[in-house]
RNA sequence: GGCCCGUUGGUCAAGCGGUUAAGACGCUAGCCUCUCACGCUGGAAACAUGGGUUCGAUUCCCGUACGGGUCACCA
């Protein structure tokens, strides 16, 4: 078995285009076939630079690695079309003699009037076929003077074409439906509905993973391919990748890509994990896959014909499971930069990373969510009095008041240097011991005091070792301060 | 509009003539708990629609509705 996957280096990479990638990677892997990567690059127009190292490295860095490819050759290379230009002008050629392709002389000219007129009377647009019953003479004689032409498809007038796809089965339709398209450009590229089939044939390519978007030019190809006498690959057309019930997935909303998820702190291989099950069922319970098991466990009698949301909220909850899977030290890598990014404090290794990291892991579903975890961090939030009255913590202003008396000789005796998660938990017992009160009633004044807000990562104890001693008595300081203003003010 | 394809809870989906119609996310109730999370235990929630075929249709066939794709010297 032969896959490929052959994309243009117009951009980025869609999710979408991934996932077929995926698709194409798996099938070949899971039968122990080859994957080759084929650089579509006909079209110079539209050609994006750096588009293919792009394409290079989201593919690498998904773990999808090819077999044959421009970079890495093979015995069926050059892998980029441009590069192979001389090949399907002599395969155009071949089916111009065998009566399976014509030339077309008619200008752009002609051709924007022709399909003005379709449109003005609301009918697609086709070729209506004017050259394609020019004498020898004819076309000899306009060769000579040197007219501009292009290859086209000699598609039979009457009759219909079956083809077969993997997981629709057999379609048919009526070739009068079929227009006869360019197979070879006036430039002398060709397009890429005749690229595709050379270059699959030429590679050997026996299997075909694409978008559901070729279905319907399916029935030209495998007109071309009995044009040629060869063998079509057997093809798997793949639904689509939807925003809503209506939209594709599009860069419109910025949320397309496969940069913009690793930007939002998406791991790679949850993306890779999540595009897997969009469109495709294991079959049994588990949706939680490395690329290993995902080769194990393809199949494409699992794929889907109809098209899938996108749904972000779930491929959240995915990362949140990988997430909670590694080991606090693998986090700890993955969070640290986060946090010094956001905090000038954190940066200045004025924290204890390893009681954050501990407390923020649970609660961090995509890397981005640290941001606003650790706000606290470099200061106190701005926060109101009232919030320390807490029903179910039992607590009032009052009552806070006293907490953080109480707490505060107890954290001041403490060494400055000793100033870890155990024993800041160890004093403050002795705090709540005095006062006789559920822990709550001392813990929640101090989780206001230090963050400045109703929840945390972390409890009270936590903070405090997070922020270090000095912080965490300074900001209890203005907590009392702030209390006895406005318990005064009550009065 | 022509042609092609599709339609199971809000979303992803299992199902392939007889099921109490899985599971996950989300939502929700409760437990755990110094907050929020995590974790645990429950709950609500679906076969687009009308005809057939059949002893029996979510499952097979036809129509309708809705949705998608495609109709370029783009891929």
Redesign the pocket.
């Known amino acids: 078995m032969r896959t490929r996957f ?3 280096p ?1 951009g980025f990479m869609h999710l979408g285009n991934l996932r077929t990638a995926l698709y194409t990677y798996l099938l070949a892997k899971k039968n122990g076939g080859s994957f080759v990567l084929r650089i ?1 690059d ?2 110079r ?2 050609f994006v630079s750096g588009a293919t190292e792009t394409i290079y490295n989201t593919l690498r860095y998904c773990g999808l690695d090819w077999d044959e490819g421009p970079d890495k050759g093979g015995k069926f290379g050059p892998y980029v079309q441009s590069e192979r230009q001389g090949l399907y002008k002599k395969y155009a050629e071949q089916l111009v003699a065998n009566g399976g392709a014509y030339r077309c002389f ?3 000219e002609r ?1 924007n009037e022709l ?1 003005r007129q ?1 449109k003005a009377n ?6 209506d076929r004017h050259c394609r019953d020019l004498t020898a003479d004819e076309t000899a004689k306009l060769l000579e003077e040197g007219a ?3 290859i086209r498809q000699k598609v039979p007038l009457e009759g219909t074409t079956t083809f077969k796809d993997e997981i ?2 057999e ?4 070739n009068a ?1 079929l ?1 006869d ?2 197979l070879l ?3 002398g ?1 060709p ?3 005749f690229a595709n089939v050379i270059d699959d044939h030429l590679m050997e390519i026996t299997h075909v993973v694409r978008g ?6 399916a029935p030209k190809y495998e007109l071309l391919y009995k044009s040629f006498g060869w063998t079509p690959p057997v093809y798997i057309h793949v ?2 990748i ?1 925003r809503d ?4 997935l599009s860069k419109r909303d910025g949320d397309a890509y496969f940069e913009d998820f690793l930007k939002k702190g998406y791991l790679a291989e949850v993306i890779i994990n999540y595009i897997a ?5 294991p ?3 588990n ?1 939680i896959f490395s690329l290993l098991e995902l080769i194990e466990a393809f199949d494409i ?2 794929l ?8 972000e ?2 491929m ?3 990362n ?2 990988y997430i ?1 899977t590694l080991t606090p030290e693998e986090f700890q890598g993955y969070a640290e930069p986060v946090v010094r990014e956001a905090s000038r404090k954190a940066a200045a290794e004025c924290v204890d990373f390893d009681v954050l990291c501990k ?1 923020l892991q ?2 961090t579903e995509i890397l981005n969510d640290i941001i606003e975890l650790v706000d606290f961090i470099d200061e106190t939030l701005p926060y109101d009095a009232e919030w320390f009255v807490n029903k ?2 039992k607590t009032t202003k009052e009552s806070s008041l006293i907490a953080l008396k109480t707490s505060l000789p107890y954290l001041e005796q403490m060494d400055k240097n000793n100033f870890t998660l155990e024993r800041v ?1 160890a004093q403050l017992s002795k705090a709540i011991a005095e006062l006789n009160v ?3 009633s001392v ?2 004044p ?2 206001l005091a230090l963050s400045g ?10 903070l405090c070792a997070i922020v270090g001693k000095a912080q965490a008595i300074k900001r209890i300081e203005q907590a009392i301060l702030k209390l006895e203003e406005a318990i005064q003010k009550d009065d």
């Open positions: 052959a994309p243009s117009t579509e006909t079209d127009e539209r008619c200008t752009t051709m399909h379709q609301g009918i697609a647009l086709s070729y501009p032409y292009v629709y089965g379609i048919t339709v009526p439906d227009d398209q360019i450009k006036s430039d590229m397009t890429y509905n559901c978007e070729y279905l319907s030019s639904q689509q939807m019930e209506t939209h594709k099950l969009l469109g495709w069922s079959g049994g319970e949706e009698s699992g889907s014909k109809s098209p899938a949301i996108f749904d909220v779930k959240r909850a995915i949140g499971i909670r407390a649970p609660r179910k913590m938990q559920k822990n709550g813990l929640w101090i989780r807000k109703m929840s945390t990562p972390g409890g009270g104890a936590e």
